[in-house]
């Protein structure tokens, strides 16, 4: 995609199909009159005089204990420098973004349009009322040191500049680990900070307090190191200037023990590092770009341990890992300040965290066989599910010790579930399909590429590196419509199964598929003529292996696409059926459902075939099954041969799948009402567990279900997937948008993974024996 073409995708994505990226949504009924009348006069008077008498009852009445002000005047703009406030305002949004679905925090993003330090001081604390927290950003050095160290001063909920401390938590927390994994003492190590900006100087403030001598630091600026004896220096500055006899970077780094960089690309050369301690810890966060590029410094020194901003490379140290989950301990005991008691807390937090055993969800996403605390994994990754059960309850402890919470928490298991409920907002697993589709992409066939849409979801997952794609259609439509939409074709297979170019291919499929039919009353010429089908065309590449996996089903029925693949492809090994799920982003999280487009009216035999396949799935997604097989009666209330099916399902899978984490038949509120669950029916085989699976009894309410949620609930759906099939092939819902067949396309590649990875297994087993 050319520049002009990303330029033009990312504001369209912030301009449709509605301006800006968060909104406010109501949290009470307000269908009836009745409604309206609590909302607003005559029933709004009542807290209204409530909070008159005891101004604490705000948090009680109001939505300040779960709101945030992003507050910047546009003067430090991420790499943009001063763009002013209305500019900046894309960034404070996408802040009130991240705040929502990592921590379930709600954000009035303010741009504020002043300069002067003393009026935006005021501007904050005149507003602050409203809000439970201030999350200050992108305001530039010295001014941000000011305007938040007077706003800490003066006002009684939290305040914090992310730009300062953000960066400063997380280094802190790889820093104490990297120390560990290297044997060095924090107190001994020799520290070069390459900038001086707030990041910078909040940095070595945190590094100092957990025990860094000030003497073995040496902070350098454009200019070169920051020594004492330097004109004009800011008091932040000299908080750090040292008396060494050091005048550059290349000097500073001799037998330095660490390296931070919070500066520009391409500072540090292979010599510099070379000329570091034994073991160097580097942490080159200079964004995008950072001060040595990540390869070429694990090429320089094998015993290097390194971190970087970047996704893409082990060890990113992201602020997401902190801001979200201080800001949610913070609000959750009524902080009147973020002290460095809680930040030092946020920072053991996430060192600890790093070295336990991670969540095979967390390994899955990144596409890894198992993280370990090592050189390579010294702090969390961003969407390790862990995060806001762990480093919330360590900022609140922390608030509460030192004296600055007014609400202490003292069930803290109750606080732990509440925190993990709140992990149904963030639907993440969306971008953990798609992280993990590009660590290993394969070859997925669109089999009508001819269409727009298809066309535009194929640009998207080659440019994304989510997979591969072959086109099949009309190659004349196809390049047309390449054009229109920018999508270079070099590189790409554009197949026509009716063109003549395409003979040989078609003559080879043709008999393959004929010898393989040919006793079931096709002919070779039948066989022939499939083969100018793209969907015959299309199953018999993956077949011999010329693709990895298809997407099919856009533009026409789902029978007519199911038919062929079934015909060619087959199920799996050991499978008797085949059945599809569709997967459900609510906002209660991700639901898994069965079976939404296959098997009319299974039996219990069946269902129970189709609960083990759809757990299989569920766990290839990373995350642990819990199912609910739905019904219109609980637990054989209705003798109907409907609901006794599930019942005699239940039954089969208890007797001889005790460790599968299934029960019912239930109606769908207690299905997913937990307490509900619990009050009536105690010895539910799900009790005290959230389900996130359900098993329906047939395909009408299955499919019925899932386009109902789709529609009046607003979820997003990824599928429907295949499941039983011997290889990876997906059909599509007539008509689906760009983004799901994006996101099938990211399932196809997984799938294909995982059969892969089976295959692989499977043939080395073969050879042990």
Request: charged share 25%; glycine share 6%; net charge negative.
């Amino acid at each position: 995609m050319s520049i002009e073409s990303k330029r033009r995708e990312a504001l369209v994505y912030h301009a449709k199909p509605t301006p800006g990226k968060i909104k406010v949504v109501p949290t009470k009924k307000y269908a009836t009159q009745r409604d309206l009348s609590l909302a607003y006069s005559p029933g709004v008077a009542e807290p209204c005089l409530e909070i008159e008498k005891k101004k604490s009852d705000v948090y009680k009445y109001t939505a300040k204990g779960n709101l945030v002000a992003v507050i910047s005047n546009g003067t430090a703009v991420l790499g943009l420098g001063d763009i002013g406030p209305e500019a900046s305002k894309p960034v404070m949004e996408g802040k009130g973004l991240l705040f929502k679905i990592f921590a379930d925090i709600d954000v009035f993003d303010i741009e504020v349009d002043t300069k002067d330090v003393d009026a935006f001081i005021e501007t904050v604390k005149n507003i602050a009322p409203t809000f439970g927290g201030i999350n200050l950003e992108d305001i530039k050095a010295p001014e941000a040191f000011e305007i938040e160290r007077r706003l800490k001063e003066e006002l009684d909920i939290p305040v914090m500049h992310d730009d300062q401390h953000g960066t400063a938590i997380i280094s802190a927390a790889a820093l104490l680990n990297a120390l560990e994994i290297a044997g060095k003492k924090i107190e001994e190590v020799r520290i070069v900070i390459s900038g001086a900006g707030a990041a910078a100087v909040s940095c070595t403030r945190l590094y100092k307090a957990f025990g860094a001598n000030p003497e073995n630091i040496v902070m350098t600026d454009s200019k070169g190191v920051i020594r004492k004896d330097r004109d004009n220096l800011t008091s932040e500055k000299a908080e750090f200037a040292t008396d060494r006899d050091l005048n550059t970077l290349e000097e500073a780094m001799k037998n330095a023990d660490v390296f931070v960089g919070l500066s520009m690309a391409n500072l540090v050369t292979p010599d510099m590092l070379l000329s570091m301690a034994d073991n160097p810890i580097v942490f080159a966060m200079a964004n995008p770009d950072p001060e040595i590029e990540y390869d070429l410094a694990v090429k320089t020194r094998k015993d290097i341990i390194m971190a970087t901003g970047r996704s893409d490379h082990p060890n990113q140290v992201n602020n997401v890992l902190g801001f979200p989950f201080i800001f949610r301990g913070a609000l959750d005991v009524r902080a009147t300040a973020i002290n460095e008691e809680m930040k030092m807390a946020a920072v053991k937090a996430l060192a600890e965290l790093a070295k336990e055993p991670v969540p095979e969800q967390v390994n899955i996403a990144y596409g890894e066989t198992r993280l370990n605390f090592g050189k390579e994994y010294i702090i969390p990754k961003p969407f390790d599910p862990r995060l806001i059960a762990k480093v919330p309850p360590a900022v609140a402890k922390a608030a509460i010790e030192s004296g600055v919470a007014t609400a202490p928490i003292t069930d803290w298991e109750k606080y732990e579930d509440e925190l993990l409920e709140r992990m149904g907002n963030d639907n993440k697993l969306v971008r953990l399909l798609l992280d993990r589709a590009k660590t290993n992409p394969k070859r997925v066939v669109f089999a009508e590429a001819d269409h727009l849409d298809v066309l535009k979801a194929a640009q998207t997952v080659k440019e994304e590196g989510i997979a591969f794609p072959i086109l099949l259609g009309r190659k004349d439509i196809i390049l047309e419509l390449m054009q229109e939409i920018d999508f270079d074709s070099e590189g790409i297979d554009i197949i026509d199964p009716k063109a003549d170019e395409e003979c040989s291919r078609k003559n080879k499929y043709a008999k393959k598929y004929w010898e393989t039919h040919k006793r079931k009353g096709v002919t070779l010429y039948d066989a022939e003529k499939l083969m100018r089908e793209r969907n015959y065309f299309a199953a018999m590449m993956v077949n011999e292996g010329d693709a990895d996996a298809l997407l099919s089903g856009y533009s026409r029925s789902y029978p007519t696409v199911v038919k062929p693949m079934l015909e060619l492809i087959g199920l799996a090994k050991g499978a008797t059926r085949i059945a599809a799920m569709n997967i459900m982003m609510t906002d209660k999280g991700p639901l898994f459902l069965s079976d939404t487009s296959i098997n009319i009216d299974p039996s219990a035999k069946d269902l129970a075939k189709i609960v083990q396949m759809t757990a299989r799935t569920v766990e290839m997604f990373g995350v642990k099954p819990i199912i609910a097989m739905v019904s219109y009666s609980n637990f054989g209330s209705s003798k109907h041969p409907t609901a006794l099916k599930v019942q005699e399902a239940v039954s089969y899978l208890h007797r001889y799948y005790p460790d599968l984490m299934v029960d019912g038949g239930l109606q769908m509120n207690f299905a997913l009402n937990r307490k509900m669950r619990k009050d009536k029916f105690p010895f539910s085989k799900l009790n005290g567990q959230k389900v996130n699976t359900l098993v329906f009894p047939n395909l009408d309410s299955a499919n019925s279900n899932y386009k109902l949620l789709s529609e009046i609930n607003n979820a997003e759906s990824i599928g429907p997937i295949m499941m039983g099939m011997r290889k990876p092939v997906h059909i599509l819902q007539l008509g689906a948008s760009v983004e799901e067949m994006i996101n099938m396309a990211a399932v196809a590649v997984i799938d294909a993974q995982e059969k892969e990875k089976k295959q692989f297994q499977m043939s080395l087993m073969s050879k042990e024996i």
